[in-house]
């Protein structure tokens, strides 16, 4: 065996097999700590054997039975050094020989248990993309822009809380499980809009959902995050990795598509769940023409069509099509999807079916009267109704949207439709000094800057279509 | 597993008769299913003394040791298998109180 065909099988074992070893361990040794720990080593096993002695013929047990090894050793080890009573019960629980893998799937606990409402949600992030994902702690910390050492605070504080206050390792009971897996699409869909639309230092707003394939999905209580105050406490406002500079981070997009597959596979019927797999893929297929080889962000009605990946898109209409088909009203998430399915449904930017989107708005609206839902309506409603209709609909999100670059984007494209270009100049002003992404900070600089050109008047006199639509890239 | 489930108020001042009666129904309940450890209610925060005698001569001063908007009015210690029991619980007592509440895990406890 070559040394790149085995390191090709731990990639892939590490990929398929990291959260089922973790919750594995997890559950036999009812620690988060022995588990990461133990599991950590394992691969590292993995690593430096397979090479030399093949990859064994079941690479999910071999990691299991090598990891829970390590573990009794390491929980040997630490209870001889400190007398920890608590480490030596590990060890008495149970017998030590009973084979891990066969207690099932527990990946479920897992993801319910680093995704507990009790902790903080930057805490459920970082647990969710180290224990479940099995990102390392330096890419975790590279794309939230901290210290590796600050991330990993953060975590063994979540895990200190977890053990201390008895957060259980189980899935919830059916009443609570809506809420619990609301919570846990909350933190996928973050780690997706981190990945997908990244902010740059200092931005404390447009956090959650604010930036992301569709703003509208901010969940109420988060809407004061959308506003000028830097309150919230932001993952990574300070550090400097180079992160920072890379308007995509592609690494976190795969790992939320991954982890919401791997929650989907575990709750099939779960309709919001297929909703935000669905919303993800996409989106993610747009990926290749969100942004110009300049580095500047392409909005959806200038991409490239041809770009967006065929693969991805029929994935997604194809969930899309079955949670229509289950006739059950849709989430958030479910509607969400079905909005990009629609406009990536458009061979053109003019053939999109924008009454659809507006009654898809009208639903979301009910669910979530949220101004960033009504603010990406009116988007629509200009294409149905004209700029002018459009800019009296998000007159009165002014006061709730000061701090949102995104209503000052949206409102300087209608301004700019409208020829009214010293207020349209203002607006993108406000716009850029609030964005947060440098491929946006590009886009609205250039669009200001056609504000001053010839060029910019025979721009406006073309169809408007698509132009407006920055915050759908 | 013990918490204590502290109850924070803001101003509201006494618990009204409406909500007694429903914190007796909450504290019942606790004792019927085998949560109740002890609970108690506070008078109001400008009815407070400290003292330190950390260094053996007690200095005392009036009022509670910090000024906050948000202070303790009562509490509930309670027994429940784990957090997502303890929470439960609180949200009861939450209701029943109409006040907000805080869960917090004991290191020890010594009581009955």
Known sequence: ?473 | MKYLVSVIDQNTGLATPAEMAAIDVFNDRLLAEGHWVCAGGLEAPHTATVIDNRRGEAIVTDGPYVETKEYLAGFWVIEAADLDVALKLAAEGSKSCNRKVEVRPFLGFVGK
């Not at chain 1, 458009?346 to 669910?367: F, S």
């Open chain 1, 1 to 473: 065996m070559s040394g790149n065909e085995a390191q090709a099988a731990v990639t892939e074992a590490h990929r398929e097999e990291w959260a089922r070893v973790v919750s594995a361990l997890a559950r036999r040794f009812g620690s988060l700590d022995v588990a990461e720990e133990a599991a950590a080593e394992a691969f590292a096993a993995a690593v430096a054997r397979w090479p030399a002695d093949g990859v064994p013929p079941n690479p999910g047990a071999w990691l299991t039975t090598t990891a829970k090894r390590k573990a009794l050793d390491w929980i040997r080890r630490e209870s001889k050094r400190g007398g920890k009573q608590q480490l030596a019960q590990m060890l008495s629980d149970g017998d030590p020989s009973e084979p891990v893998e066969l207690i099932g799937d527990e990946r479920l606990r897992l993801i319910f248990t680093c995704c507990h409402p009790a902790l903080a949600l930057e805490a459920r992030v970082a647990l969710a993309l180290r224990l479940v994902a099995g990102l390392t702690m330096a890419e975790i910390a590279h794309a939230f822009l901290v210290q590796e050492s600050t991330m990993g605070q953060r975590i063994t504080r979540a895990k200190a809380k977890i053990r201390v206050a008895r957060i259980p390792y189980r899935t919830p009971a059916a009443e609570d499980l809506p809420r619990r897996v609301s919570g846990v699409l909350e933190v996928l869909f973050l780690v997706f809009n981190e990945g997908y639309l990244a902010t740059g230092p200092g931005q404390a707003q447009h956090r959650l959902g604010a930036t992301g394939p569709q703003a509208g999905v901010a969940p109420k209580r988060d809407a004061r995050r959308i506003g000028p105050a830097q309150s919230q406490p932001r993952p990574g406002s300070r550090a400097g990795a180079r992160a920072r500079n890379d308007p995509i981070r592609p690494g976190l997009t795969a790992a939320a598509i991954r982890l919401t597959r791997l929650v989907r596979s575990l709750m099939p019927e779960d309709g919001e769940v297929a909703g935000l797999l669905a919303l993800m893929l996409l989106t993610e297929a747009r990926r290749a023409a969100r942004v110009a080889p300049n580095g500047e962000l392409v909005p959806l009605g200038e991409q490239d069509r041809r770009a967006w990946d065929a693969a991805l898109l029929a994935e997604g209409h194809q969930l899309v099509r079955e949670r229509l088909a289950a006739g059950v009203a849709p989430g958030r998430y479910q509607i969400l999807a079905a909005i990009n399915a629609v406009h990536t449904s458009a061979p053109q930017p003019n053939e999109t079916a924008w009454r659809k989107i507006v009654a898809l708005y009208d639903q979301l609206l009910r669910l979530d009267p949220s101004p960033i839902v009504a603010l990406n309506r009116a988007v629509a409603v200009a294409e149905l109704e004209g700029p002018e209709v459009a800019l009296a609909a998000i007159a009165p999100l002014q006061d709730a949207l000061a701090g949102y670059h995104l209503y000052h984007a949206t409102r300087a494209e209608l301004l700019r439709r409208l020829g009214r270009n010293q207020q349209a100049r203002a607006a993108y002003d406000r716009a850029i000094a609030l964005a947060g992404n440098i491929a946006e900070t590009a886009y609205l600089t250039r669009r200001r800057g056609q504000l001053l050109t010839p060029a910019a008047v025979s721009q406006q006199s073309q169809p408007p279509h698509g132009e407006h639509h920055v915050h759908v890239p």
